[in-house]
């Protein structure tokens, strides 16, 4: 379930360095919780979709150094992901890895079989694919516990009007929920957001940013092999399918669209844009193999985005912000290290450095793990699944731009009426998937201009 290339450093590839962390995590386990022994604050986590992601989150939650913190339960629908997950995850981290048989749970349901096994106040991770996340997040809710959800949070209006409804409802209940846009963690980033609030590159007069690689993850994908029903394909290729994860324009480009916004401090509030599908052989997915994208933000600056997921083409993966005094780089190569820099003028070369941010960094997929649980220590407010909404929502407008060949407002995509798993909540084991293979063997996708008030 995770995006890997040779440049991104993901949460799977923090895992690797978990063995190499394992004996200090342990001593560290051990000696905080005899200090707090008599009280038992350990935290207590389930893992809820165990592929790529949600693994490394859990790497990431049983990394944190301020108290300790155990994995006591695991959920998938996939009992080969989470048999992995369980592997990897005692690797690396032994002591703080209590999973017997009895807390690994299979199935639709599992989820409320793992959260279950928590206390009030402890933390469950929901990583599955984001069309599930309404229904996990509700649960999570009604049992009082804080929560960490993957991005994106929402692929449609209909989930996110619903998503939104959920946040305040785990405002009230005092609730801290983090969601996995972890850019906003980076301490490089931070200083930089300040240094542009401050002015120092004058006004934001336009933004630009590129995601573009070979094909990663499950963004295409065969006809379905024998041995597994289509619904399962389809969660297990979620990429694949905009109904399960807002496609890999939702899944891969929200960090940027989300990042870009963050620094002009507002977000788009219109999108039209235009793609396209090329050399796709034999492949069933729904994807465009390239974006490229106009989002407007209220004052009428530009954030031109462009995606691209294709062999053998450039491959960039940066976000710009152009001033009128100035320019800076709000991502270098990948998410992390951005290596944030601000210049004089628009020529972003080395006679023009102006400041960057110090090196190393510290990985913010890691920070924001930090971040979530100090908060629920000390019990200070923390709950970002409005904005995590938000930026989904905002992603989504500019998918739908595209696969529709329309201009798409904020407005519009907020309440466009096509939910596009309506009943994901009443999925089983043996139900029909959301998206149904058309007599040709193949699954509908977007046709601009020519399917124009919904996507497929």
């Known amino acids: ?45 389930a893992l809820v979709g165990c592929g790529g992601r949600g693994t490394g989150a859990a790497a990431n939650a049983l990394s944190t150094q301020n108290g300790p913190i155990k994995l006591v339960a695991m959920a998938d629908v996939f009992e080969d992901r989470l048999a992995e997950s369980i592997t990897q995850l005692k690797n690396g981290f032994s002591d703080q890895t209590d999973v017997p048989e009895d807390r690994t749970f299979v199935g639709f349901d599992a989820y409320k079989r793992a959260m279950d096994c928590l206390r009030p106040g402890d933390v469950v991770i929901l990583a599955t694919p984001p069309a599930f996340r309404w229904v996990h997040f509700t649960y999570a809710i009604e049992k009082g516990l804080h929560v960490f959800m993957e991005k994106p949070v929402t692929v449609d209006g209909p989930t996110t009007c619903r998503m939104l409804k959920l946040a305040e409802q785990s405002e009230k209940k005092n609730l801290k929920v983090g969601v996995g846009l972890m850019v906003r963690h980076c301490r490089g980033r931070q200083e930089l957001h300040k240094r542009i609030g401050e002015g120092q590159i004058g006004d934001i007069v336009s933004m630009r940013a590129y995601r573009m690689s070979g094909p990663i993850g499950s963004f295409a994908s065969p006809p379905k092999p024998d041995g597994i029903s289509e619904l399962l394909y389809q969660v297990q290729r979620f990429h694949s399918f905009i109904w399960a994860s807002g496609g890999c324009y939702s899944d891969f480009y929200i960090h940027q669209i989300d990042e870009c916004s963050w620094m002009k401090k507002s977000w788009p509030i219109r999108a039209q844009g235009s793609g396209g599908r090329h050399y796709r052989g034999d492949s069933i997915d729904q994807n465009f193999d390239n974006y490229s994208i106009e989002y407007t933000f209220p004052d009428g600056t530009p954030l031109f985005f462009f995606g691209r ?14 001033g009128s005094n100035g320019s800076a780089i709000i991502s270098t190569s990948a998410h992390s290290p951005g290596k944030v820099r601000i210049y004089d003028g628009q020529n972003m070369i080395k006679k023009n450095l102006r400041w960057a941010f110090p090196q190393p960094e510290k990985n913010p997929y890691q920070l924001e793990w930090d971040d979530l649980i100090d908060a629920i220590r000390q019990d200070t407010p923390y709950n970002e699944v409005r904005r995590g909404a938000i930026a989904s929502l905002v992603t989504s407008m500019g998918r739908m731009a595209a696969h529709t060949g329309q201009i798409v407002t904020y407005d519009e995509m907020l309440n466009c009426e096509h939910e596009l798993a309506p009943d994901v909540d009443k999925l089983t084991m043996t139900s029909p998937a959301p998206l149904q293979m058309g007599s040709d063997g193949k699954y509908p996708t977007p046709y601009p201009g020519i399917i124009t008030k919904r996507e497929y």
């Open 309 to 322: 997921n294709m062999s053998g083409c450039h491959s960039k993966f940066a976000s710009y912000a152009h």
């Open 1 to 45: 379930m995770s995006e890997t290339t040779t440049h991104i450093s993901s949460r799977r590839e923090f895992l690797k360095s978990t063995s190499r962390l394992a004996a200090a995590s342990a001593l560290v386990g051990t000696a905080t919780a005899h200090v707090h022994a008599a009280e038992d604050n350990t935290i207590r986590l």
